[in-house]
């Protein structure tokens, strides 16, 4: 059995449960760098009481080998939902409704390289996101941000890059119009959203 961690927010989330101290697991805190808490993630990391954004930081920390989600709410449920996380115990987070075919094949088909190595970071990946949600938008598909997170984790979206998808879609079903370079043609859009017409292959 390889090495477990245990990763919380802060030192007072650890010290609230004195007992987590005795263990045996070496402990870290992803909020405060001078916590006396020091471990890194390492194996099998138990993630106490994180956040959605603390979790995918975790997940693509190099040694961590899986993650044990402790006291998940409904925050969690795209992490939940894109992993087929098993249940093991404590409150029952429900999964996130599967997207549309045309959701999925465009999460999909905007996951390229970049994207899957830096996220959004870049203007032309996110340039790419926004001209992709806003043409779905205005073609009356659903942007749901949760279907979206999980897609995007889906598609191996690093750290909180599939929360920036989220928020940009949040803004644009709130009315606003995101500036964009246009960085897809016509009809690869158009085939995305067309992707529930199409016959199965």
Same mark, same amino acid.
Request: charged share 20%; with cysteine.
């Given at each position: 059995?390889?090495? !477990? ?5 802060? !030192? ?10 005795? *263990?045996?697991?070496?402990?870290? *805190? !992803? ?23 603390? #979790? ?13 989600? #402790? ?23 429900? !999964? #996130? ?19 899957? @190595? ?36 889906? @598609? ?33 859009? *158009? ?11």
């Amino acid at each position: 059995m390889g090495p !477990t961690s245990l990763i919380a927010p802060s !030192t007072s989330a650890v010290t609230a449960s004195t007992w987590l101290e005795h *263990t045996g697991v070496p402990i870290g *805190t !992803t909020g405060n760098r001078h916590s006396r808490f020091t471990a890194r993630p390492r194996g099998t990391v138990i993630a106490w009481c994180l956040h959605l954004d603390e #979790v995918l930081n975790i997940e693509r920390t190099r040694d961590v080998d899986a993650i044990v989600l #402790v006291r998940a709410f409904e925050q969690h449920a795209p992490w939940i939902t894109a992993h087929e996380a098993e249940h093991l115990g404590g409150e029952f987070v429900p !999964t #996130v409704p599967e997207a549309s075919p045309a959701i999925k094949a465009m999460v999909k088909g905007i996951s390229l390289l970049p994207i899957v @190595n830096q996220g959004l970071a870049d203007s032309r990946e996110r340039s790419m996101a926004v001209q992709a949600l806003t043409y779905f938008h205005d073609h009356g598909h659903q942007l749901n941000p949760a279907q979206l997170v999980t897609e995007a984790i889906r @598609n191996e979206w690093p750290r909180e890059s599939p929360l920036e998808l989220a928020d940009l879609a949040r803004q644009i079903n709130a009315g606003k119009r995101l500036r964009f370079k246009r960085r897809l043609v016509p009809e690869v859009l *158009t085939e995305w959203s067309n992707a529930a017409s199409r016959p199965p292959q």
